[in-house]
């Protein structure tokens, strides 16, 4: 084979590879001038995170949130800009991904892979949102219970959380929500696969159970209101997850009939 020949063969990859440096490009500026503007917003989206908190001592002026190192407020704005422009800047990554990706996939495979690639955002939001709303002011009032008046030989114990550990535990609990908030996206990518499919999931639905409960407790604080809280969305959306395996198993089903009576049209023609 000649050398003009091996760099016609080899031209293809290169293409790719120039294709795939340019959409990584456009995806890293993109998250860099969104952590830029989060970083100018990170003290309102702070104010923001620990409303939930803010709404349990409403009322009372003397309580407050701390921090013990001369650094340590400034690097907590760095985490929020860093959070807040990785979760805005996701559809715009994901968007140069599919354009990258979406040229060599056919039209059915497009159709088949891009509900799934709105719905991961959408479902990491549900996820956030819910513990945001549902979950943090019920444990921010269970943890605060632990407080202690006064009085009687007994030394007041109260609560004045650390700016850096209450971000780093709320942005746990709303990563630990949001992915596990994925699980029907998940597991309906498996079935469409074949690795599972509804009548496996139903089979497993009690090591679901308490897989539920071990991630949990691995995910959440040590509370009971959070690990519920985390557990028992698993396990309704493990459940989704069969129903929507149920659905992509009897399209493939009808596919395959479909299929098998063209083919057979076509032996009688």
């Not at 860099?32 to 009322?59: K, M, T």
């Not at 999931?201 to 539920?212: C, D, N, S, T």
């Not at 519920?228 to 493939?252: H, W």
């Amino acid at each position: 084979m000649s050398d003009s020949a091996n760099e016609e063969s080899k031209m293809p990859m290169l293409d790719h590879l120039v294709e795939l440096r340019r959409r990584l490009t456009w995806s890293v500026i993109a998250f860099f001038v969104l952590f830029f503007i989060s970083f100018y917003f990170a003290a309102a989206v702070f104010d923001f995170l620990v409303q939930p908190l803010q709404d349990l001592w409403q009322g009372d002026t003397s309580r407050r949130l701390i921090f013990t190192a001369l650094h340590e407020k400034f690097f907590t704005e760095i985490k929020i800009a860093f959070f807040v422009a990785a979760f805005v800047s996701f559809p715009i990554v994901s968007n140069q991904l599919w354009a990258f990706v979406a040229p060599g996939l056919y039209k059915n495979e497009k159709r088949a892979f891009l509900p799934f690639l709105i719905a991961t955002p959408i479902l990491f939001f549900i996820g956030g949102a819910f513990v945001y709303y549902l979950v943090l002011p019920v444990a921010w009032e269970f943890f605060a219970g632990y407080e202690q008046a006064g009085g009687d030989g007994k030394l007041a114990i109260q609560l004045e959380p650390k700016v850096d550990q209450y971000l780093s535990l709320v942005m746990r609990l709303i990563f630990a929500f949001g992915l596990s908030f994925e699980l029907p996206v998940v597991l309906t990518l498996l079935a469409k696969v074949g690795i599972v499919d509804a009548a496996y999931l139903r089979k497993q639905r009690r090591y679901a159970v308490v897989v539920a409960f071990v991630a949990a407790a691995v995910l959440t604080p040590p509370d009971p209101i959070s690990q519920l809280g985390l557990a028992i969305p698993i396990i309704i959306l493990y459940e989704i997850s069969i129903i929507c395996a149920g659905f992509v198993g009897r399209a493939k089903e009808a596919k395959n009939r479909a299929d098998d009576d063209e083919t057979d049209d076509s032996a009688k023609g």
